[in-house]
T-cell receptor, first 114, second 113 residues
Framework: DTGVSQNPRHKITKRGQNVTFRCDPI?????LYWYRQTLGQGPEFLTY????????KSRLLSDRFSAERPKGSFSTLEIQRTEQGDSAMYLC????????????FGPGTRLLVL | KQEVTQIPAALSVPEGENLVLNCSFT??????LQWFRQDPGKGLTSLLL?????REQTSGRLNASLDKSSGRSTLYIAASQPGDSATYLC????????????FGTGTRLTIIP
């Protein structure tokens, strides 16, 4: 399977703990995106990379959030000092660049902060 | 700022019927639009990508149309099946070269056997 993969699929943590999620994009895709989705809403953009460069961060991405994409391959999203409001589905997507290709999404990581 | 609306929020139809899902957007200067389906607790599955230069795009029983001037796209599903039950989302990129997607809240479709 050459689709986008995400790990873990589910994460339950206590408030105040740090969590890290991983995304492996489709191998030839050099753009990688992170989105967050809460119940009943569409995904909201968090950040995106072209190769290893982080090109944009949403205002939703507070100082507690950090994302990396070392060597332009997989990406990690870390949330420090988690809060209950961080509970959501975190989705990763990848696409070819530049221009007009589709974005392909992974299965998501569902985070529950107790 | 692009705003995307999907109405209705939920739709139930008997199996076998044809149906249309709607996606409206405020900024007509788009360069493509993507339709997705999402099953409960799962990620998004890309269904169709329609470029701004196209008026229609077809894949199997699905047909997406795009009318930029009126700020609308529709997803037509022919001969609906229970397996089509899911939430359908449309997503539009910010602009060329900045492809973060703005999504609607989706239409939750239920096909009644």
């Amino acid at each position: 399977d050459t689709g986008v993969s995400q790990n873990p699929r589910h994460k339950i943590t206590k408030r105040g703990q740090n969590v890290t999620f991983r995304c492996d994009p489709i191998s030839e895709h050099n753009r990688l995106y992170w989105y967050r989705q809460t119940l009943g809403q569409g995904p909201e953009f968090l950040t995106y990379f072209q190769n290893e460069a982080q090109l944009e961060k949403s205002r939703l991405l507070s100082d507690r959030f950090s994302a990396e994409r070392p060597k332009g391959s997989f990406s990690t999203l870390e949330i420090q000092r988690t809060e209950q409001g961080d509970s959501a589905m975190y989705l990763c997507a990848s696409s070819l660049a530049p221009g007009r290709g589709a974005q392909y999404f992974g299965p998501g990581t569902r985070l529950l902060v107790l | 700022k692009q705003e995307v609306t999907q109405i209705p929020a939920a739709l139930s139809v008997p199996e076998g019927e044809n149906l249309v899902l709607n996606c409206s957007f405020t900024d007509s200067a788009i360069y493509n639009l993507q339709w997705f389906r999402q099953d409960p607790g799962k990620g998004l599955t890309s269904l169709l990508l329609i470029q701004s230069s196209q008026r229609e795009q077809t894949s199997g029983r699905l047909n997406a149309s795009l009318d930029k001037s009126s700020g609308r796209s529709t997803l037509y599903i022919a001969a609906s099946q229970p397996g089509d039950s899911a939430t359908y989302l449309c997503g539009l990129p910010q602009d060329f070269g900045n492809e973060k997607l703005t999504f609607g809240t989706g239409t939750r479709l239920t096909i009644i056997p």
